[in-house]
């Protein structure tokens, strides 16, 4: 079997859902039995479908509450990875961003990466007195923190629940260095909080930007702001004070690798001052997820061209995990887009603020009334 030979095995029962991403629910790599609905099975619930009228399915999120002990978590260092701490408040995204590299570790928690990503979704509701905690640790040195390593910590859910404003508020009083990565405008609610960072070097926001096809940056991030909403985001945060970066993630060769100059014009117009880039990553049953979407998405035409240029970049396989080229490739289409982003942050004078994140004005918890009041209640 080749590496994306999946055909009917995973597909969903009533064929892809209403705004979802995914159009599989591919089986759990850990585990070892996984039930498959034949292929006549699904043909048939789909002639029903259709003769009832049709329609996409819509498939509702669900939220589960994570009883963490720790919120601050600490990343093994790599060559590609250029942070050592991240702050998760969920797990899962409702986004749905096809090509999502962190859908993989919904498997951790039994999971699908599949729809299961994108509707059955973790929150942490007490990230915020975890994070006044472990701020409080004589230990605790104040370096930068990444928010939404793995998931947008301004996915729709926020908007109920509201723990990513909780630990930013937080981080802002302590003044505790801290990015997030987001494709939505949502974070402009918390512009107050991210202009105060900002004012003392502790913080910046990076914007992903994959596409400015708005029918296109639809079918690949359903729930997400749209390049118009990340432009605007730019900026009003830009405006307030705040350090933007964009990251132009990821890059889908025979697809949208051609708006390279067009994204970094129009980001840096928009006053971002920093840009990077990744080539679309494919691990595990991702790719499966993927390349269903690419045989239905706006241009299916593509498909072959894209799946080809992605094995040129990695020695005839659809991904290659090494650290040092999961993310940039190697050949002549991995060259190329290298060059063109080159080229055009020169042009576009981007990149030429490189200061890092300071603590110095890092203000440690002070636990010790709350400690008082523990001990009179014991």
């Known amino acids: 079997m080749r590496d994306h030979d999946f055909a009917y095995r995973d597909a969903l029962a009533g064929g892809p859902a209403?705004?979802?991403?995914?159009?599989?629910?591919p089986g759990n790599r850990f585990e070892d039995v996984r039930l498959h609905v034949l292929g006549e099975e699904l043909d048939r619930q789909l002639i029903e479908r259709e003769a009832a009228g049709g329609g996409l399915e819509r498939v509702e999120r669900r939220v589960y509450a994570d009883a963490t002990k720790t919120i601050i978590n600490r990343v093994q260092s790599t060559s590609d990875v250029p942070f050592d701490w991240t702050l998760n408040p969920y797990r899962g995204c409702e986004h749905g961003c096809v090509y999502c590299f962190a859908r993989p570790y919904h498997e951790y928690l039994g999971f699908s990466c599949g729809l299961d990503f994108e509707t059955k979704l973790v929150a942490k509701p007490d990230?915020?007195?975890?994070?006044v905690r472990e701020l409080a640790r004589p230990g605790w040195r104040p370096e930068p923190i990444v928010m939404s390593a793995i998931t947008?910590?301004?996915?729709?859910?926020?908007?109920?629940?509201?723990?990513?404003?909780?630990?930013?508020?937080?981080?802002?009083?302590?003044?505790?260095?801290?990015?997030?990565?987001?494709?939505?405008a949502m974070v402009l609610r918390d512009v107050d909080l991210w202009a105060e960072l900002a004012s003392v070097n502790a913080g910046r926001v990076t914007v992903t930007l994959v596409t400015l096809d708005d029918d296109l940056a639809r079918a690949l991030e359903p729930r997400a702001s749209s390049p118009a909403g990340r432009l605007r985001a730019i900026r009003e945060l830009t405006a307030a004070g705040i350090p933007v970066t964009v990251n132009v993630a990821p890059v889908i060769p025979g697809l949208t690798d051609t708006e390279m100059p067009r994204i970094l014009e129009a980001v840096a117009k928009a006053g971002a001052r920093r840009a990077a880039w990744v080539l679309l990553r494919l691990p595990h049953q991702l790719k499966e997820v993927?390349?269903?979407?690419?045989?239905?998405?706006?241009?299916?035409?593509?498909?072959?061209?894209?799946?080809?240029?992605?094995?040129?970049?990695?020695?005839?396989?659809?991904?290659?995990?090494?650290?040092?080229?999961r993310g940039r490739g190697r050949g002549a289409i991995a060259t190329q887009i290298a060059q063109t982003f080159d080229v055009f942050t020169r042009r576009y004078g981007l990149n030429r603020d490189v200061r890092p994140l300071s603590g110095a004005h890092f203000r440690r918890p002070d636990l010790s009334g709350q400690l008082d009041l523990f001990e009179e209640a014991g």
């Not at 209403?18 to 629910?25: C, E, I, K, P």
């Not at 990230?127 to 994070?131: C, E, K, M, T």
């Not at 040129?312 to 040092?324: R, S, V």
């Open 152 to 184: 947008d910590v301004y996915q729709p859910i926020e908007h109920e629940h509201r723990i990513t404003r909780r630990c930013l508020e937080v981080l802002a009083e302590h003044r505790q260095p801290v990015s997030t990565m987001t494709k939505s």
């Open 290 to 325: 993927f390349l269903e979407w690419l045989g239905r998405s706006v241009h299916p035409e593509r498909a072959k061209k894209v799946e080809s240029l992605l094995r040129q970049a990695h020695e005839g396989k659809l991904y290659k995990a090494q650290k040092d080229r």
């Open 127 to 131: 990230a915020q007195d975890l994070l």
């Open 18 to 25: 209403h705004r979802r991403g995914a159009g599989l629910n």
